[in-house]
């Protein structure tokens, strides 16, 4: 069974807008944290954007902040990415994680601190002309 399920990757041209996805299964909508990770090909994995469940707590990478931005629809288990103003540097697979440690903040969901139970399997976003 699918836990985490990303979509909405594809091919966009530098300065376009792109939403990514993420789907909840029933075994994960539990989550107490949530967040969107990248890597590109040689580079470390990057947390791009998380989100806690206390309302306001999220995170955006220095690389992403003001033209990132993530949300939540809980009536559909589902987190979003909507990124704008797309770079080439913006280039990887993204994936989507989630953790159900205790109180956890956002910033540290993406800053690698907390153990990840749930990973999707990355949907590819190519920035190019």
């Known amino acids: 069974q699918e836990q985490l399920v990303e979509s909405g990757g594809g091919l966009v041209q530098p300065g376009g807008s792109l939403r990514l996805s993420c789907a909840a299964s029933e075994v994960t909508s539990d989550y107490s944290a949530i967040g969107w990770f990248r890597r590109a090909p040689g580079k470390e994995r990057e947390g791009v954007s998380c989100m806690s469940n206390s309302e306001g707590d999220t995170y955006y990478s220095d690389s992403v902040k003001g033209r990132f931005t993530i949300s939540r629809d809980n009536s559909k288990n589902t987190v979003y990415l909507h990124m704008n103003s797309l770079k080439p540097e913006d280039t990887a697979v993204y994936y989507c994680?989630?953790?159900?440690?205790?109180?956890?903040?956002?910033?540290?969901?993406?800053?690698?601190?907390?153990?990840?139970?749930?990973w999707g399997k990355g949907t590819p976003v190519n920035v190019a002309s």
């Open positions: 994680a989630a953790t159900r440690t205790s109180s956890p903040y956002a910033l540290y969901l993406c800053l690698n601190y907390y153990g990840i139970e749930y």
